[in-house]
């Protein structure tokens, strides 16, 4: 059975590369230095950064790399302002606190 496995973002690289000396390769052969052949082959290829970005967003779910990197450096600013953890966690322990005879209040009738 074939076992399906995500291409790397090395193996990508590797494919750019290789697009691009092929195209290097045929310029050359038309009769172009290898200067102008390698940079016309990246013209033909196109902004290669661009499609790196492209692969990476393809594979992934951008909305979760977002809330991970969040949540990372909201942790890391909490831990780094003891301060201000304090006041804050007092000030949600207390409000919720105060909202819960309401929330019951409005549940009995």
Do not use: H
């Not at 390769?25 to 013209?43: K, N, Q, T, V, Y």
């Not at 979760?64 to 969040?70: A, H, P």
């Not at 000030?91 to 919720?96: E, I, P, Q």
């Amino acid at each position: 059975m074939w076992k399906w496995r995500r291409r790397s973002d090395e193996d990508f690289v590797e494919e750019i590369r290789a697009n691009i000396a092929i195209d290097t390769d045929r310029f050359i052969a038309e009769g172009m230095s290898p200067e102008e052949a390698r940079r016309a082959a990246l013209r033909a290829f196109g902004n290669v950064t661009r499609a790196q970005e492209r692969f990476y967003e393809a594979g992934r779910m951008i909305w979760l790399d977002n809330l991970q990197r969040d949540v990372t450096y909201a942790c890391r600013t909490l831990v780094t302002n003891p301060g201000f953890t304090t006041v804050a966690v007092l000030t949600l322990a207390l409000g919720s606190e105060r909202a819960s005879p309401f929330s019951r209040w409005s549940t009995e009738s």
